[in-house]
């Protein structure tokens, strides 16, 4: 039975235009509370509700901003932390949640609720030891305050949820650190906003934290064999070895996935210890979720909407493809053992032969890895997928046009301006994947700069061997 009051009054949402607080407001709205958000634009908020709130503009880390949020508040949402992955974060989520205790208690707040992450006792890391600094401090502030400690959360906007997707998506077989083996008990959206919107109405001045999960305890790896199952892809092959480091994998992850390394980071380094329940309290004091709570392939199949998990696989057929079929083509057209090519006067700098395909191989690669990942994350901008689609056509085209020039049409002339153009479409495409990683975007970047020496050397060998 629930041990929460039926009289809502005014709850102030930080972090509402984050993930969890997009989806707890409405929530919050619906259950009669009168709800105002503490926000850096208004402009930001979603139509669907921005007319039914208060809305304070100002910035979490100024005082007089949240002062002026927290007047007259019943019950203050906390839902900001770090994920940029910058050294000084533990720092910044400090102070920052110091001053909202602070004000909050000025301010004669009933509660405080924050979302913070599960953990087992000991050494954590750096991420999850500043959740648990933070979780602290509320506890330890004169404002009764209730920290809930999830586990993974499970939805089609949660970070730790798109890292699980794209990596199963994308790797049909993976070699992973010995912590994906580690225990994990993750939790629907739904049942995290639940939990979240019943917190607000807990009967009397608790003070404490409380452990959230779904019913399923997994492994990381189990998790990703069961999405896979899930998506409909072909059973995934997971070999566990103890390397990788967080910061070296979160790095291959920034290359393979559009989640930024700064992400990646915080969120391998909190994979590293086992999260799963030590108790069940908040689930007997509020009771069940309606229907019950959320199990692991059901929050999957909820998370799913509204995509298409093949859509990788798509755009690797297609990027791999083209990608293949250019080295095919230049690679046949290329003769370096030619009478023509042995009789050229070529530059002291030119790397030696053996460099060739062993750089080709690398950059083609890049090409057809990086090119996927992008489309992939465009399809929803057609405008974006068409221009990124078009010049990279157009950049393969001339990439196989050089070998047919030089090698077959004996033109290292214009060989050279077919190089300049590839260059040129090669830095094209190495901008249009900017926003979408740094990783494939120093790929494309150094496919650019090779392109760039390879034009300078046809100058090169055009000038030495004028008729």
């Avoid at 709800?35 to 979603?46: I, K, N, Q, Y």
């Avoid at 920034?254 to 391998?268: C, D, Y």
């Avoid at 070529?346 to 996927?372: E, H, M, N, R």
Wanted: glycine fraction near 10%; charge should be neutral; charged fraction near 20%.
């Amino acid at each position: 039975m629930s041990t929460t009051t039926a009289a809502p009054g005014t709850v102030l949402m930080t972090g509402s235009t984050g993930y969890v607080g997009s989806n707890l407001l409405p929530e919050l709205l619906d259950r009669g509370w009168r709800v105002r958000v503490l926000t850096r634009s208004a402009a930001r908020l979603p139509r669907e509700w921005a007319d039914r709130v208060d809305v304070v503009e100002g910035d979490a880390t100024d005082r007089e901003s949240v002062a002026r949020a927290l007047e007259g508040v019943d019950v203050a949402y906390y839902l900001l932390h770090s994920m940029d992955g910058e050294g000084d974060f533990i720092e910044r989520d400090r102070e920052m949640a110091q001053l909202f205790s602070d004000e909050a208690a000025a301010a004669g707040v009933g509660r405080i609720v924050y979302l913070g992450g599960l953990h087992p006792d000991g050494e954590l890391s750096p991420h999850l030891r500043s959740r648990v600094e933070v979780g602290e401090i509320f506890l330890d502030s004169p404002t009764p305050s209730v920290v809930l400690q999830a586990g993974i959360v499970l939805g089609d906007g949660s970070a730790s949820f798109q890292m699980l997707r794209h990596l199963t998506e994308r790797l049909p077989a993976m070699i992973t650190p010995k912590w994906a083996l580690n225990t994990i008990q993750p939790i629907g959206i739904v049942d995290v906003v639940y939990f979240l919107a019943s917190a607000a109405g807990l009967e009397g001045d608790v003070n404490r934290s409380f452990d959230l999960g779904g019913p399923d305890v997994l492994t990381y790896a189990e998790m990703m064999k069961r999405y896979a199952e899930v998506a409909g892809l072909v059973p995934r092959v997971i070999v566990t070895v103890p390397v990788l480091t967080p910061s070296l994998a979160s790095h291959w992850i920034g290359l393979v996935t559009p989640v930024k390394a700064g992400i990646a980071r915080p969120l391998i380094g909190s994979l590293v210890h086992d999260a799963v329940c030590h108790e069940q309290d908040l689930l007997e004091l509020v009771g069940p979720p309606p229907g019950g709570r959320t199990g692991y392939t059901d929050a999957l199949k909820a998370a799913m909407e509204g995509y298409d998990p093949l859509r990788w696989r798509r755009s690797l057929q297609v990027a791999g493809l083209a990608t293949a079929a250019t080295a095919v083509v230049g690679s046949l057209a290329t003769d370096p053992g030619s009478r023509w090519y042995r009789r050229l006067d070529t530059p002291g700098w030119q790397p030696p032969a053996i460099a060739f395909p062993v750089v080709w191989t690398a950059l083609y690669t890049g090409i057809a890895l990086s090119s996927a990942a992008t489309l992939a994350e465009t399809e929803d901008d057609p405008k974006a997928a068409k221009g990124y689609a078009a010049t990279l056509a157009a950049n393969l085209a001339l990439n196989a046009g050089w070998s047919a020039l030089f090698f077959k049409g004996h033109r290292p002339g214009l060989a050279a301006i077919d190089s300049a153009a590839l260059a040129a479409t090669a830095a094209e495409l190495t901008r249009r994947a900017r926003p979408h990683g740094r990783l494939r975007t120093a790929a494309l970047g150094t496919y650019t700069g090779w392109c760039t020496f390879a034009t300078a050397l046809t100058v090169a060998i055009w000038r030495r061997n004028r008729r």
